[in-house]
């Protein structure tokens, strides 16, 4: 029997634990193969606050789970925990929690983590020191490469080569061999974590209309048409890469069918179009570790944790693809 998701809490005063719940009690299917971390007695006040009619249960290592319950894995928080106001008391407890996922899906223990959002400021004051949460779990991983961030939802997959940089550093920041590097990766995890056989994946251009050929920029000739040609060498005929395209013609219905991913050249770039088709169906999906790692495509929201409307649509998006990842890997070996 393949092994449970497990879904950390990322910070508690966000609306994690809110949309974990939430999606957990209205989907009695996701029970039976879904672990949760997270404090009863704090999960039990949320959920009489939210009118959700739930009950818990512990977690046995290697026991089936109960369909009629929320299987926790169960943490104590330093401190009490309020809706919409992080506490930094409760930040290594935050960070412990991510840490004890990994360590559970590096040994087989779980088939992979989803991981709720965290609040970097509240963990930068006890001494965190990576930009995000996936630095974080890279530095845990043992494969030595760095992690790639794909960003997916049923209609489109999209990976942005540069992410959370100003737009005028993005030029600079293009390099032939990183891309060629990365569209070789990506290419892989198509093949062994979604099962596709020889992905298409388009490469977009950076500049308008791709540069055309260098009167609007010359990035494409010099760096991105490069690294595809590169690329493909190395892939062979095991995937087909095309481009560079022209973004603004990339992602309408027609052209989607005909790949399977879009690396894109900056953060906005894919991640507008994929927002656009389905902004509460995003899933966080973290290619490169050791292990499986999904994530809800927001953050931690502060503002209306607590209040129940909080959509947990990308959460239950999340644990299915985790799911769905954790046994391809576990058949492909």
């Keep these: 029997m393949p092994q449970p998701t497990l879904i950390t809490p990322g910070d508690p005063a966000g609306i994690g634990p809110e949309i974990a719940l939430k999606a957990l009690a209205h989907n009695p299917d996701l029970r039976s193969h879904t672990v949760m971390m997270g404090d009863e007695a704090h999960l039990q006040s949320l959920a009489e606050s939210l009118d959700l009619s ?20 169960p943490l104590s928080w330093p401190a009490k925990v309020v809706s919409g106001q992080p506490d930094v008391a409760n930040a290594d407890t935050i960070i412990a929690a991510i840490a004890q996922a990994v360590s559970l899906a590096q040994k087989g223990t779980v088939s992979g983590i989803v991981t709720c959002p965290i609040a970097k400021s509240v963990l930068y004051d006890v001494g965190f020191a990576f930009p995000g949460h996936t630095e974080y779990l890279g530095s845990l991983s043992q494969t030595g490469h760095e992690p790639i961030m794909m960003l997916a939802n049923t209609e489109l997959r999209v990976v942005p080569a540069t992410i959370h940089i100003a737009l005028q550093e993005v030029p600079n920041r293009l390099d032939k061999t990183a891309l060629t590097s990365l569209i070789c990766r990506v290419s892989e995890a198509l093949q062994r974590d979604f099962g596709i056989s020889k992905p298409h994946i388009a490469i977009c251009g950076l500049n308008p209309h791709a540069g055309e050929q260098g009167r609007m920029g010359q990035e494409e000739e010099t760096v991105i048409a490069p690294a595809i040609t590169d690329a493909q060498d190395q892939i062979g005929d095991t995937a087909t890469i095309s481009g560079p395209h022209a973004a603004d013609s990339l992602f309408h219905k027609e052209k989607r069918q005909h790949f399977d991913c ?13 927002k656009t088709i389905d902004f509460h169906g995003g899933v966080n999906i973290t290619l490169g570790l050791d292990f499986v790692r999904t994530s809800p495509d927001h953050g931690t929201a502060f503002d209306i944790a607590g209040q129940g409307i909080a959509n947990e649509t990308s959460l239950v998006q999340a644990i299915k693809v985790a799911r769905d990842l954790g046994e391809r890997r576990h058949h492909h070996g």
Excluded: C, K
């Excluded at 739930?54 to 894995?73: H, K, M, P, Q």
């Excluded at 879009?262 to 994929?274: E, F, N, R, T």
């Design 262 to 274: 879009v690396i894109g050249m900056y953060h906005d770039q894919v991640l507008i179009p994929l």
């Design 54 to 73: 739930v009950r818990f249960s512990n977690w046995e290592l290697g026991a089936s789970l109960a369909s009629d319950s929320i299987t926790l894995l």
